[in-house]
């Protein structure tokens, strides 16, 4: 089929296929034009896929807009140089992949640009969850590492996220020096094959011994003893949704000798993810195969992290069906075990000025999105609240600047945890042990999960949460979200789901506003596209455009009014403004 492609977009095509050494991604593009698919070529060229502050992530495809062989060697080549310029020869990296397409040959890549400019590899054979590689990176001392991974995204994506030596991910000026230099890659760019790079010793193939630190560094946080003594009390069913999660979790199983069951049809690691729409274990529909193994195992909690096992979610029994928790919901059980766990409480006192033999100040972190019921259970122990923007490299710089002796825990409302500062990012494997600890503990004195909770909403008052998702794919999308933005800027509601507002931060602008008086502060966070609105009776908005996904997304986290009203009248008249906030949210994006 003759297309008619314009000049501009032509020229870019031309260039791509000089620069790819990709028979697949070459054979793509060829497909893409014989069938006269001027769309697709259109979303594929008009713009250039971009390495932001912490990585890349993109529809796998032939294109500048797209990910490919083409964008990881520059990717790799920038990097590279990057590091050569702060290390020289002495520069090592670790990598890692998940399950996905293409992870395990554009690890390969990477490792083949790295190598051919005299860096030394540490790379994972097989696919290891992103906690491991930031734990990896730590324990050997290397200077940077990589993770092939779109965490939780559809099928059709992958990405790449670059770490510095802490364990995290990049932040400036390491970022932005690694964007520059990627910006002046010049193809074509150098590789040697993999089998060269183990001739010269610079790549070193990890394995079992690797996996059992990490291992040995997860059963640090539990009490391993109390699991095996009362393994017998609690049947868990758990899907790695066609992810990395599995090796680890049944090795854990075998060594604390619980009774794990794993979800059969999603056990083995697949790219195409071919039982869910999205591997993500926010998304209920994920949990489905795994709530019917449970319910005909009889199990008491359903365990499911994502492709790269960074996130964990859960469901608990709660009569003949399950209850999926959110995100929210497990970081505050979470927080109140540990802080009981570790007898916080004690060292608060220290804080408050009881004892005399403080040597640091508890504290725990977590994002400006993340429910206030966690900020109160903190509080309640003494425990100060850290706040960031959503994202674990905004944790763990926290975490740096705070130092680690402190640290109780830290979490994000999008089912990401971190229990344990010897890893820099959020871990669903160490996260899940933790969970199959509180879950056992509370069965031993007779009550479950969700009974916890309702203490913890007893004696801090109920918190609800709820998300809206605007998705926009495309070049088109990012203008629609772009223009949700402004309009939201320039022309702010007055109210939200009945509820007036009185005040308005705008982290892109730096400030907050008084609605009713016109008075500004500065608000003491970096700056950023968040918009939160701030409503009577302590009620927040917060709106925000996804980095890493084509979504804005939409926070409402709300309370009851009255702390000592019945918890079933709490929870419909909070219920009722949720629902109201939710309609008025689709308007705004419909």
């Given at each position: 089929m003759e297309t008619n492609i314009p000049n501009e977009l032509q020229s870019k095509i031309d260039e791509y296929q000089i620069r790819e050494t990709s028979a697949y991604f070459r054979n793509r593009l060829t497909g893409l034009i014989q069938r006269g698919d001027l769309n697709e070529l259109k979303e594929s060229f008009t713009e250039s896929l971009e390495f932001g502050t912490g990585g890349i992530r993109g529809i796998i495809g032939p294109g500048t807009n797209r990910l490919n062989n083409c964008i990881v060697e520059g990717i790799a080549d920038g990097w590279g140089r990057y590091l050569i310029s702060q290390y020289g020869d002495k520069a090592k990296v670790v990598v890692a992949y998940d399950s996905r397409h293409f992870s395990q040959e554009f690890a390969h890549t990477l490792t083949e640009v790295l190598v051919a400019k005299g860096i030394t590899v540490y790379c994972y054979p097989h696919p290891r969850p992103t906690p491991q590689l930031s734990y990896t990176i730590r324990q050997i001392k290397a200077?940077?590492?990589?993770?092939?991974?779109?965490?939780?995204?559809?099928?059709?994506?992958?990405?790449?996220?670059?770490?510095?030596?802490?364990?995290?991910?990049?932040?400036?000026?390491?970022?932005?020096?690694?964007?520059?230099?990627?910006?002046?890659?010049?193809?074509?760019?150098?590789?040697?094959?993999?089998?060269?790079?183990?001739?010269?010793?610079?790549l070193i193939d990890m394995g079992d011994a690797e996996d059992s630190l990490f291992r040995d560094y997860v059963c640090s946080q539990v009490n391993t003893t109390f699991l095996k003594e009362h393994s017998s009390l609690l049947k868990i069913v758990y899907t790695p949704l066609h992810g990395t999660g599995n090796a680890h979790m049944h090795a854990l199983a075998t060594r604390c000798k619980l009774n794990l069951i794993a979800e059969p049809s999603q056990s083995e690691p697949d790219g195409d993810f071919p039982t869910v729409a999205f591997p993500n274990p926010e998304d209920p529909k994920a949990l489905v195969n795994a709530l019917e193994t449970a319910k005909k195992a009889q199990a008491d909690i359903v365990i499911a992290t994502d492709p790269d096992a960074d996130r964990v979610g859960i469901a608990s029994r709660l009569g003949d069906d399950f209850v999926l928790l959110t995100g929210n919901q497990i970081g505050a059980l979470l927080l109140d075990f540990i802080i009981r766990k570790k007898n916080i409480k004690k060292t608060a006192e220290s804080a408050l000025g009881t004892r005399t033999d403080l040597i640091y100040t508890p504290y725990f972190i977590n994002?400006?999105?993340?429910?206030?019921?966690q900020d109160r259970i903190a509080q309640a122990a003494g425990v100060e609240v850290v706040k960031t923007f959503t994202g674990f490299k905004n944790i763990a710089t926290a975490i740096e600047e705070k130092g680690t002796e402190g640290f109780v825990f830290s979490g994000e409302e999008s089912y990401g945890y971190l229990p344990d500062t010897r890893v820099r990012d959020k871990d669903g494997i160490s996260s899940a042990l933790l969970i199959i600890e509180l879950a056992m503990s509370l069965k031993n004195k007779g009550i479950g999960l969700l009974d916890q909770l309702e203490t913890l909403y007893k004696t801090h008052g109920y918190h609800q949460e709820h998300t809206i998702n605007g998705v926009f794919e495309g070049v088109e999308g990012k203008k629609r979200i772009n223009d949700i933005m402004i309009q939201l800027r320039h022309s702010p509601p007055s109210t939200f789901a009945t509820q007036a507002v009185l005040g308005i931060s705008d982290f892109l602008k730096g400030s907050m506003v008084d609605t009713r008086t016109g008075e500004q502060t500065d608000l003491s966070m970096p700056k950023g596209n968040v918009l939160i609105f701030h409503l009577e009776g302590d009620n927040k908005l917060c709106v925000r455009p996804s980095g890493t996904e084509p979504k804005i997304k939409f926070y409402l986290l709300f309370r009851a009014k009255r702390d000592d009203a019945d918890l079933a009248v709490q929870r419909i008249e909070v219920g009722k403004r949720i629902e109201k906030g939710t309609r008025e949210v689709e308007q705004w994006i419909a």
């Open positions: 200077h940077s590492g990589a993770v092939i991974t779109a965490s939780h995204n559809p099928p059709q994506y992958n990405g790449i996220k670059i770490y510095w030596s802490e364990g995290q991910q990049v932040v400036p000026p390491h970022d932005n020096e690694i964007i520059k230099c990627i910006s002046e890659s010049v193809y074509p760019i150098t590789r040697l094959p993999l089998d060269i790079c183990r001739q010269r010793g610079l994002t400006i999105v993340t429910s206030e019921l």
